[in-house]
């Protein structure tokens, strides 16, 4: 079992930046990929980033490449998703997920799942 607990949104004005972190608590987190999605009610819920068991690998959406940096710490059982030039339309709830191994762009290979952050960007 794999507690997740995302921390770091809030209110930003367009241009801005933001740093989320997923703190785990569990099982050895070095064995687990993470990723971020995030979702806006009425919406279906979107991949953002995924990283690898030793934070080697990441994966981005093209939504995210260039601005969103996904990385971690094992030591500190911790993934960073830090945002840059944050645009009005990165307004959604944030949320990490955890899964053995590999890590996956569909939400529905991912076992653990984080309560999730509010990012709201206004322009």
């Known amino acids: 079992q794999v507690a997740l607990l995302e921390s770091g949104g809030g209110l930003v004005q367009a241009g801005g930046s933001l740093r989320l972190s997923c703190a785990a608590s569990g099982r050895t987190f070095s064995d687990y990929a993470v990723g971020w999605f995030r979702q806006v009610p009425g919406k279906e819920r979107e991949f953002v980033a995924a990283?690898?068991?030793?934070?080697?690998?990441?994966y981005y959406a093209d939504s995210a490449k260039g601005r969103f940096t996904i990385s971690r710490e094992n030591a500190k059982n911790t993934v960073y998703l830090q945002m840059n030039i944050l645009k009005p339309e990165d307004t959604a709830a944030y949320y990490c997920?955890?899964?053995?191994?590999?890590?996956?762009?569909?939400?529905?290979?991912?076992?653990?799942w984080g309560q999730g952050t509010q990012v709201t960007v206004s322009s």
């Open positions: 990283i690898g068991l030793g934070g080697v690998t990441s």
């Open positions: 997920a955890a899964r053995r191994w590999l890590y996956s762009v569909e939400g529905v290979d991912y076992d653990y």
